[in-house]
């Protein structure tokens, strides 16, 4: 087995581990607000309705 070519695999993917880790947080952190602006929006929803009933 070639070495070099091993340690360039190995290197690879240490890189790409930490690339996925990296891009998790950054998809829960997108989700997150995601959410959060769903909220929101049902709020302005709910508010939007009650001023307009009033």
Same mark, same amino acid.
Do not use: F, W
């Given at each position: 087995?070639?070495?070099?070519?091993?340690?360039?695999?190995?290197?690879?993917?240490?890189? $790409?581990?930490?690339?996925?880790? !990296? @891009?998790?947080?950054? @998809?829960?952190? %997108?989700?997150?607000?995601?959410?959060? $602006?769903? %909220?929101?929006?049902? %709020?302005?929803?709910? %508010?939007?309705? !009650? $001023?307009?009933?009033?």
């Amino acid at each position: 087995m070639d070495p070099e070519l091993l340690k360039r695999i190995t290197a690879r993917r240490a890189e $790409l581990d930490e690339l996925e880790e !990296q @891009l998790a947080k950054e @998809l829960a952190d %997108v989700r997150a607000e995601r959410d959060g $602006l769903a %909220v929101a929006e049902r %709020v302005l929803e709910r %508010v939007s309705e !009650q $001023l307009a009933n009033e």
